[in-house]
């Protein structure tokens, strides 16, 4: 998938949202891509899975990783594809971790895949509980990169690479121009 048709899903489905948002990662930004919008809906899920599975096809994928929430859905599309397993990573005490006897085999070569990329603080988790269990890391694929430059030390290919600003809070143009939040993301915060 060319980045203008990613561009093109997002906006039929309604992910590409305007507002004032207070990021997962703690940083402010005009801009929004609820991803849920898209990954409510199995058929365009199945294609971005497809599309990251049709980048990473030579690489020889054992299994494919990815981060709760989003990451599970396009884990599961993209190994589909790449006919292999698919499991996942959850937040445990401030941990991201494998649980419910997730296992990776030593050597096994892992893609990791995941929705949006502010920060890329999920993947790096994602990536040390995989080194844990003695995985081999041959790429990371990303539906979207928000940060224009995500660099894991491996081949890292977006769908879509979208350079949002985002702020500290203190230096926010939309927190001192009074704007409150528009409720959104997983800490669901509410306006101000």
């Known amino acids: 998938m060319k980045a203008d048709e990613m561009k093109a899903l997002l906006e039929e489905t309604g992910a590409l949202l305007n507002g004032h948002f207070l990021l997962t990662s703690g940083r402010h930004s005009g801009s929004y891509v609820e991803k849920f919008r898209l990954l409510e809906i199995p058929w365009a899920t199945e294609k971005v899975g497809r599309s990251l599975a049709e980048a990473f096809e030579d690489f020889d994928i054992q299994v494919v990783v990815g981060p709760m929430t989003g990451g599970i ?97 203190d230096e926010c143009p939309l927190c001192k121009a009074g704007e409150g939040f528009t409720e959104r993301g997983s800490r669901n915060i509410k306006g101000k």
């Open 73 to 169: 859905l396009l884990a599961h599309e993209t190994a589909k594809v790449l006919k292999t397993k698919s499991i996942f990573t959850e937040r445990v005490n401030g941990k991201m971790e494998f649980r419910r006897g997730f296992e990776i085999k030593p050597n096994e070569r892992v893609l990791i895949v995941e929705d949006i990329v502010t920060t890329g603080g999920s993947v790096w988790e994602v990536i040390e509980a995989v080194k844990e269990q003695g995985g081999e890391i041959v790429g990371v694929g990303l539906m979207v990169d928000r940060t224009g430059k995500a660099d894991f030390e491996v081949p890292t290919k977006a769908l879509l690479t979208m350079d949002i600003a985002s702020y500290e809070a």
